[in-house]
C-alpha cells in the first residue's frame, strides 16, 4: 500500500470512530445507560490512534515531505492547526470525563459508576470530536487524492514514507497496539448503546 493510500485508509477509522462518538454523545444527552468503561476506551483510542498514531504519522513523516511540493505548505500548515484543536479536546474530554467517575463507588462486578455530576460536558466534547474527525479527514482526503492525481511523491519517497510509518507504529506501542486499537473500534460499534 502506498504511503498516502495508508493514510486515506486510516481515515475511515478515523470516521468510524467519530460516528461511535457521536451516537455516545446522543445517548448521553438522552440519558441512555452507557458504560463509562465505553467512553474511556473512546478516549484512548482517540489519544493512541488518532493524536499519537495518525496525526504522529501526518506530522513527523507525511508532511515534512510534502511540504516543499506544490505549493501544498499552506494547506499542512492548517492541518497542523487543526491537529493541535483536536488535541485540545481529546484532553478536555478525558478532563470531563474523569470528573464524572464516583471514584469511591467502584464495584468490582459492575465496574465504574457515574456521580452525580453533569454529563453535558462529556456528551458535548463527544460531539466536537466527531465532528472535528469529520471535517478534517475530509480535507485530508482532498489533499490526499491531489498529491494522489498529480503524482506528486517519488518511488523512493514514497518507500521512504512506509518505512517511516514503521517507526512511528514501534513509538506508539507497535503492530499488536495497533490492531488492538481497531478491534476495539469494532468492540465498540457492537455495543448495546449503538444501536
Ligand atoms: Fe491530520
Ligand atoms: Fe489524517
Known sequence: MSST??????????RRLGSIAKKCSDGLYTNKNIPIEDIQIISVVIEEFVDA??????ENAYFPITKE?????????????????????????????????????????EGLKWNNKNKEPVARFLKSYAVFGSDHTGKEDVFFKTIQEKDSLSEEED????????LCR????????IEEMIRLVGYLEDREWMK
Open 69 to 109: 511540493k506544490n505549493s501544498f505548505s499552506e494547506d499542512i500548515r492548517k492541518f497542523l492547526i487543526e491537529h493541535e484543536l483536536g488535541r485540545r479536546i481529546a484532553k478536555m474530554l478525558r478532563r470531563e470525563l474523569d470528573l464524572l467517575i464516583d471514584h469511591k463507588r467502584y464495584d468490582k462486578y
Open 53 to 58: 498514531f495518525h496525526h504522529g504519522k501526518e
Open 170 to 177: 514501534n513509538q506508539v506501542g507497535g503492530k499488536a497496539r
Open 159 to 166: 518507500i521512504q514514507l512506509v518505512k517511516h510509518y514503521e
Open 5 to 14: 493510500e495508508n493514510l486515506l485508509q486510516e481515515h475511515l477509522i478515523v
